[in-house]
């Protein structure tokens, strides 16, 4: 199982970036997996950003980021991806793409919850 997230940059104050993570060799569907976003900064804890349900219909969001990121997922092609909008320096981390299977109709910020986790990708946010 392998999830490749890409996006990630150097953006100024006020920018936007969208992140993509592609999902390949699981043994279920895409759409049986809940996914979720999760970023960590070198000295913090992992922090949830945001995850959606496995037909998409459910979405959380951390306080930190509602009304600036949107999650969104493609079953077609196996990608979830997260628009980030209006971002702050306090935005910069690595973002990690993760998955689980999914076992009912909604997501959790639990990052204990997920079972599969991609390398990350780098988000720079300068003031």
């Known amino acids: 199982e392998q999830l490749v997230e890409s996006g990630g940059g150097l953006v100024q104050a006020g920018g936007s970036l969208n992140l993509s993570c592609t999902a390949s060799?699981?043994?279920?569907?895409?759409?049986?997996?809940?996914m979720g976003w999760f970023r960590q900064t070198s000295g913090k804890e992992r922090e949830g950003v945001s995850c959606?349900?496995?037909?998409?219909?459910?979405?959380h969001y951390a306080e930190s980021v509602k009304g600036r990121f949107t999650i969104s997922r493609d079953n077609v092609n196996n990608i979830l991806h997260l628009q980030m909008t209006s971002l702050r320096p306090e935005d910069t981390a690595n973002y990690y793409c993760?998955?689980?299977?999914?076992?009912?109709?909604?997501?959790?910020?639990?990052?204990?919850?997920?079972?599969?986790w991609g390398k990350g990708t780098q988000v720079t946010v300068s003031s």
């Open positions: 959606i349900s496995w037909s998409g219909a459910s979405t």
């Open positions: 060799g699981f043994v279920a569907d895409f759409d049986d997996y809940v």
């Open positions: 993760a998955a689980t299977p999914s076992n009912g109709a909604s997501c959790s910020l639990d990052g204990d919850a997920f079972e599969y």
